[in-house]
């Protein structure tokens, strides 16, 4: 069958946009954003050198701001679950990533062989042939769909607590107020 652009680009952009809507209902799920009691709950602030420095390197050093004086203990505990909760996106773009390798695998190998496109001539007993020569398109496809529609979508749209159901945010909430009484 060959490789089409056209597949490769349905491909990309109906599970991208899939990929998307999966990665913000997971983050809804299982991302607890527990609320701060009061606005002033870090006394004193510094600035820590981001891990990732500065792509758009101008000679100065990329900076992030973090509490290092806390108001009170429950409003640290209040922090650090926050920030324990923002490690979760990691796992949640693993799976992403693992799903979409699967479904470029599925769409651009498996189905042209289950369909017999692939199949033909000489090389029909080399089927690791065929997986080497889809390598490159189910690599491409994975990476599009997993990750460049999904942040393209992210930084276009706006944030998904303003349009999203808003049945995965109360449930975010509610077990936000859950969490709560173990922190005191």
């Known amino acids: 069958m060959g490789f089409q652009f056209k597949e490769f680009i349905k491909f990309s952009a109906l599970c991208g946009f899939i990929f998307y809507f999966l990665m913000i209902t997971l983050e809804a799920l299982f991302v607890i954003k527990v609320p701060h009691e009061d606005k002033g709950w870090c006394v004193k602030y510094v600035e820590v050198e981001n891990i990732f420095g500065n792509p758009f390197d101008d000679g100065k050093k990329a900076v992030v701001k973090e509490c290092a004086e806390f108001k009170n203990v429950f409003e640290k505990r209040v922090d650090e ?19 979409g390798i699967l479904a470029a695998f599925a769409y651009f190998h498996l189905l042209p062989i289950w369909k017999g496109h692939h199949v033909t001539g000489i090389f029909r007993h080399m089927k690791l042939l065929h997986l080497l020569t889809d390598l490159p398109i189910i690599s491409a496809s994975a990476f599009t769909s997993a990750f460049f529609i999904p942040m393209i979508l992210s930084s276009s ?28």
């Open 81 to 99: 679950t926050n920030k324990k909760m923002e490690g979760r996106k990691i796992y949640i773009k693993l799976v992403i990533t693992v799903l």
């Open 157 to 184: 749209l706006p944030p998904p607590e303003i349009w999203f159901l808003q049945v995965f945010y109360d449930y975010n909430y509610e077990q936000a107020q859950q969490i709560i009484p173990f922190l005191r």
